[in-house]
């Protein structure tokens, strides 16, 4: 095990603790592996709830950008890094959510020049391209450092 701090809402205001998190070793890689709740996001002080509260609050520009960031106790650099990623995250997650709703076999009849146009532009590959990107960068439309998909 070891020990992380944690960065939580406590009375309306952040509050820092320490937690400790388990690690395991796998018989089958031979590595040890930290086992997170999921109020813990990896490699973040930040807890999952107090990032989405901060999200929130500026969502709904409860305040101006610098007084939420000040109130949080996060940069403005922070803040921006966390809605980017909110952002791409919410979009993954509804587009898994619709194809959910869209079989396969009816999946082609909707797909037109301009569907196929807007997500090359989207993803900066072709619809049946293998891409070529980081799969953050993919989401966010933007490239970064490739790796190829074989």
Do not use: N
């Amino acid at each position: 095990s070891y020990t992380r701090y944690l960065v939580e809402w406590a009375g309306g205001a952040p509050a820092t603790y320490e937690v400790t998190v388990q690690r395991y070793w796998c018989s089958s890689c031979g590595h040890t592996h930290a086992l997170l709740s999921s109020a813990l996001v990896p490699y973040s002080s930040c807890s999952l709830r107090f990032i989405l509260r901060v999200l929130q609050a500026y969502f709904l520009r409860r305040a101006c950008v610098q007084t939420t960031c000040e109130r949080a106790g996060i940069s403005v650099s922070t803040l921006y890094r966390w809605k980017s990623l909110f952002l791409a995250h919410k979009a993954l997650w509804l587009g898994v959510l619709k194809s959910l709703e869209t079989s396969a076999p009816a999946f082609p009849d909707g797909m037109d020049g301009i569907l196929l146009q807007g997500f090359c532009l989207k993803f900066l590959f072709s619809f049946l391209q293998h891409p070529r990107g980081t799969f953050p960068d993919l989401l966010s439309g933007t490239p970064g450092q490739t790796f190829g998909f074989t």
